[in-house]
């Protein structure tokens, strides 16, 4: 009967119970390396999240930056008729935006009340 190997949290076993694990014996690998291994595994997979975060808003901001230049060489009617056609395309999101930007606004304005 073959064994399978399984790797992963300090808990798992290569082949059986009593087998050996990354090459030792159980209980041989000192628990500050199984840290130091789990803690640059971390690392690396932090790091790849914010490269992937950094491209996102990057992408984000060059759209958002073309946008704006439509929107000056193309004045207020561009704008009014995108707002027209997103409203009829996602009526609900609309709908929620309009309703939060009201609500901040309320909530702004009562508070210079005060």
Known sequence: ?????????PGSFE?????ERQG??????PAGEW???QARGLVSTARAGVEQATEYVQ???????GKMAEYRDEGFARLK???ISYT?????????????TGLLIGWLT?????
Not at 1 to 9: F, L, N, R, Y
Not at 15 to 19: K, L
Not at 24 to 29: A, D
């Open 88 to 100: 009829r395309e996602q009526p609900m999101t609309a709908l929620l935006i309009a309703a939060g």
């Open 1 to 9: 009967m073959e064994k399978e190997k399984q790797t992963g949290s």
């Open 110 to 114: 009562t508070m210079t009340r005060r």
């Open 59 to 65: 992408g984000a901001i060059e759209q958002t930056r």
């Open 24 to 29: 030792r014996p159980m209980g041989e690998q």
């Open 35 to 37: 840290a130091g291994s």
């Open 15 to 19: 082949g059986s119970q009593f087998g």
């Open 81 to 83: 008729d995108d707002v």
